[in-house]
């Protein structure tokens, strides 16, 4: 029988057994065949009424335990993750959030916080106040959708528009292609008439003349839209291909989603505009923080995971997971441009709410508008590495809805400035100088 020490930490990654023991969701579900022992047996002669006949012979087989699977959750960066996680919703008021943290050389999860979370060992008792009040009144099919929706992991089955995060991608495609460079001058008025449309830059004002380097710092609209353009829709989809975001991550846990995208011949000058700076398109957390890692780390797509080994009662290893790293999509030296226009980001630019004395950050910020957009609500974010220049903890923070002051810069940095603050040296990430 399943028992979870750690109650509700990573509830929705771990997943749950049924009274069966069968997976139902989460890892639980991808490892039940590692997981699941073997029922033992009694083999006997008995009569009519099932009492035993004497004499008869007894055929014994023992139950075989399950193996113990060994995961790359870091138990201290979870529990931390989620504290963080958990004071940022409060304190913003917002409907849920999500932070993951990543190893960017080899794809190991070292956390997935998700909250609102439940209890791994009372899976069945809805955590919605309102809708447990309501909960003897729901119809089955009602509170079998609640509790679907409250063990959903939406890192990995929910896209979303990831804003101006995806600008790491416009800017990588196009130092690829050598289509900008950083210290090519831009002007920004505080907008950018698009076919018939206005497309705003968030300072109305406008940033004025600015390098395409300097245009990333201040994560300004018209210079991606630029870029784009530049690029044109049929390269820029190649890059979609080439970077991976057509397909899925593979992660080991069940029910990941696919990239929503326009097809190559509906991509006209407005799509090709919003999508330059991460709108019109939606994908998963977990795709954004995958593809960044790929691109930051010298250019190779990695696979994100969590299971590392299944090992018997006695340690012996039963079988080790195996993820090697996928294709090169990305050159080693704009890798290492791509990292320096995001320390930047972060050392004097948007991002700077994320800086760390003695610790080289990179990062880039997002407050993406969801939609319908009447309803002015928000999805605010941020994701950051380190160090800058050998990247080896990248984490994504996703806060959705939140009240108030919105904005990624102000209330998404600075919660993984004070994650890294706390698991850099835990993990053995040294300051310098």
Same mark, same amino acid.
Request: with cysteine; glycine share 10%; proline share 5%.
């Given at each position: 029988?399943?028992? $979870? !020490? &750690?109650?509700?930490?990573?509830?929705?990654?771990?997943?749950?057994?049924?009274?069966?023991?069968?997976?139902?969701?989460?890892?639980?579900?991808?490892?039940?065949? *590692?997981?699941?022992?073997?029922?033992?047996?009694?083999?006997?002669?008995?009569?009519?009424?099932?009492?035993?006949?004497?004499?008869?012979?007894?055929?014994?087989?023992?139950?075989?335990?399950?193996?113990?699977?060994?995961?790359?959750?870091?138990?201290?960066?979870?529990? *931390?993750?989620?504290?963080?996680?958990?004071?940022?919703?409060?304190?913003?008021?917002?409907?849920?959030?999500?932070?993951?943290?990543?190893?960017?050389?080899?794809?190991?999860?070292?956390?997935?916080?998700?909250?609102?979370? &439940?209890?791994?060992? %009372?899976? &069945?008792?809805?955590?919605?106040?309102?809708?447990?009040?309501?909960?003897?009144?729901?119809? =089955?099919?009602?509170?079998?959708?609640?509790?679907?929706?409250?063990?959903?992991?939406?890192?990995?089955?929910?896209?979303?528009? #990831?804003?101006?995060?995806?600008?790491?991608?416009? =800017?990588?495609?196009?130092?690829?292609?050598?289509?900008? @460079?950083?210290?090519?001058?831009? /002007?920004? @008025?505080?907008?950018?008439?698009?076919? %018939?449309?206005?497309?705003?830059?968030?300072?109305?004002?406008?940033?004025?003349?600015?390098?395409?380097?300097?245009?990333?710092?201040?994560?300004?609209? !018209?210079?991606?839209?630029?870029?784009?353009?530049?690029?044109?829709?049929?390269?820029?989809?190649? $890059?979609?291909?080439?970077?991976?975001?057509? +397909?899925?991550?593979?992660?080991?846990?069940?029910?990941?989603? +696919?990239?929503?995208?326009?097809?190559?011949?509906?991509?006209?000058?407005?799509?090709?505009?919003?999508?330059? &700076?991460?709108? =019109?398109?939606?994908?998963?957390?977990?795709?954004?923080?995958?593809?960044?890692?790929?691109?930051?780390?010298?250019?190779?797509?990695?696979? #994100?995971?969590? +299971?590392?080994?299944?090992?018997?009662?006695?340690?012996?290893?039963?079988?080790?997971?195996?993820?090697?790293?996928?294709?090169?999509?990305? @050159?080693? /030296?704009?890798?290492?441009?791509?990292? $320096?226009?995001?320390?930047?980001?972060?050392?004097?630019?948007?991002?700077?709410?994320?800086?760390?004395?003695?610790?080289?950050?990179?990062?880039?910020?997002?407050? @993406?508008?969801?939609? #319908?957009?009447?309803?002015?609500?928000?999805?605010?974010?941020?994701?950051?590495?380190?160090?800058?220049?050998? !990247? /080896?903890?990248?984490?994504?923070?996703?806060?959705?809805?939140?009240?108030?002051?919105?904005?990624?810069?102000?209330?998404?940095?600075?919660?993984?400035?004070?994650?890294?603050?706390?698991?850099?040296? $835990?993990?053995?990430?040294?300051?310098?100088?």
């Amino acid at each position: 029988k399943r028992y $979870y !020490p &750690f109650g509700s930490l990573a509830s929705q990654t771990i997943g749950f057994a049924g009274s069966d023991s069968q997976g139902i969701i989460g890892l639980e579900v991808t490892y039940n065949e *590692y997981l699941q022992g073997i029922n033992g047996s009694l083999l006997t002669l008995t009569d009519a009424k099932g009492i035993r006949l004497s004499g008869s012979e007894e055929l014994r087989k023992e139950a075989t335990e399950g193996n113990v699977l060994q995961t790359s959750l870091d138990v201290v960066v979870q529990q *931390y993750a989620e504290q963080l996680l958990e004071r940022t919703i409060e304190q913003k008021n917002a409907k849920r959030g999500a932070i993951i943290v990543m190893n960017p050389q080899n794809g190991e999860i070292y956390a997935m916080a998700i909250k609102p979370d &439940f209890d791994l060992n %009372d899976p &069945f008792t809805i955590n919605d106040e309102t809708l447990a009040a309501q909960w003897d009144s729901m119809d =089955s099919e009602s509170q079998i959708e609640a509790l679907n929706q409250m063990w959903r992991n939406f890192c990995i089955n929910d896209t979303y528009e #990831p804003g101006s995060t995806f600008k790491i991608i416009t =800017s990588a495609a196009a130092l690829s292609e050598k289509v900008v @460079s950083l210290d090519e001058p831009f /002007q920004c @008025s505080g907008g950018l008439t698009v076919a %018939d449309r206005r497309i705003r830059c968030h300072k109305t004002g406008g940033h004025g003349t600015e390098t395409f380097l300097q245009g990333a710092m201040n994560s300004c609209n !018209p210079v991606l839209i630029d870029v784009g353009q530049r690029l044109g829709p049929e390269r820029y989809y190649q $890059y979609f291909k080439q970077f991976g975001l057509l +397909g899925k991550t593979g992660i080991d846990l069940p029910g990941e989603a +696919g990239t929503i995208m326009h097809q190559p011949d509906q991509i006209g000058p407005v799509e090709l505009a919003t999508v330059s &700076f991460g709108q =019109s398109f939606q994908i998963t957390p977990i795709q954004l923080i995958t593809t960044a890692s790929s691109l930051i780390n010298g250019g190779t797509r990695i696979t #994100p995971h969590i +299971g590392i080994r299944a090992v018997r009662a006695d340690g012996q290893a039963v079988h080790v997971f195996a993820y090697p790293k996928g294709e090169r999509i990305l @050159s080693e /030296q704009t890798s290492e441009t791509l990292r $320096y226009i995001l320390e930047q980001v972060v050392a004097e630019g948007s991002g700077k709410n994320a800086r760390i004395e003695g610790y080289r950050i990179g990062g880039k910020t997002a407050t @993406s508008e969801k939609l #319908p957009r009447s309803r002015k609500k928000y999805i605010s974010s941020f994701l950051g590495f380190a160090p800058a220049d050998d !990247p /080896q903890v990248i984490a994504l923070i996703t806060i959705d809805e939140p009240e108030g002051i919105y904005y990624g810069g102000t209330i998404a940095a600075p919660v993984i400035r004070d994650l890294f603050e706390v698991i850099l040296p $835990y993990l053995g990430v040294e300051k310098r100088g």
